[in-house]
């Protein structure tokens, strides 16, 4: 079945660029997404990028795939302290009503 | 925007008891969906419901059922809670078809979390 890896944990400067990497093993994975939990939250829906693009681009956040390597990366432009949650990436089949999830990656924005 | 609301924010309950986790969401979505969330493990899908009245098992099923009598409210029962239940719960809708909030992933409760002594 489909798994989905993470790092577990990223800290950055306010103002520098942040960078979440997601690997994933099964190629058929035809929509991922990517959510952002605060502490004490749900998720809520990123972004998300079809298997049939490279890249997509949406204010601060780009998400770049490459399918060659089953890699995702997001991509925050000038984080902020706001911007501090944990991200998750998810990846769904076509033909599946599953969503699976990696383990989550912890962004820390330090002033 | 669809609202996808669990009933407590907070549970704590003995162990051996019946608990019932509720999920209500308003936009009319086909396909409910209970995780439950640890630290380093993600989420992991416990049951979802494709339609009313039908339910498939998700990756970790043992130790739960789930309900899904009408169409909003989709129903997680411990039916005899244990310590290693202890975790956070959440539940998600999504719409079924191809078009519309099917493309666009699941919408999330804010989630239960659940402690077991």
């Known amino acids: 079945g489909e798994d989905v890896e993470q790092s577990l944990f990223l800290s950055v400067r306010e103002g520098d660029s942040s960078v979440i990497n997601c690997t994933y093993t099964d190629s058929s994975s035809t929509y991922l997404y990517w959510y952002k939990q605060e502490p004490g939250a749900g998720l809520q829906l990123l972004t998300y990028i079809f298997s049939n693009m490279d890249m997509k681009q949406d204010q601060r956040l780009t998400v770049l795939l490459n399918k060659k390597d089953k890699h995702l990366s997001l991509r925050i432009a000038d984080t902020q302290t706001g911007d501090s949650a944990i991200y998750f990436c998810a990846g769904r089949m076509d033909s599946s009503y599953k969503l699976i999830f990696g383990s989550g990656t912890r962004l820390l924005v330090r002033p | 925007d669809v609202k996808v609301t669990q009933s407590s924010r907070y549970l704590v309950k003995r162990t051996g008891e019946k608990v019932f986790l509720e999920c209500v969401q308003d936009?009319?979505?086909?396909?409910m969906f209970w995780y439950r969330q640890d630290p380093g493990l993600g989420l992991r899908l416990i049951y979802f419901?494709?339609?009313?009245?039908?339910?498939e098992k998700g990756d970790i099923p043992e130790g739960y059922s789930v309900s899904r009598e009408k169409k909003e409210r989709f129903s997680l029962i411990l039916e005899s809670a244990s310590t290693n239940q202890t975790s956070m719960y959440l539940c998600?809708?999504?719409?079924?078809?191809?078009?519309?909030?099917?493309?666009?992933?699941?919408?999330f409760g804010s989630g239960t979390r659940l402690t077991v002594v």
């Open positions: 419901s494709y339609d009313v009245k039908m339910k």
């Open positions: 998600a809708s999504r719409g079924g078809g191809q078009g519309g909030s099917n493309l666009y992933g699941y919408t």
């Open positions: 936009m009319d979505h086909e396909n």
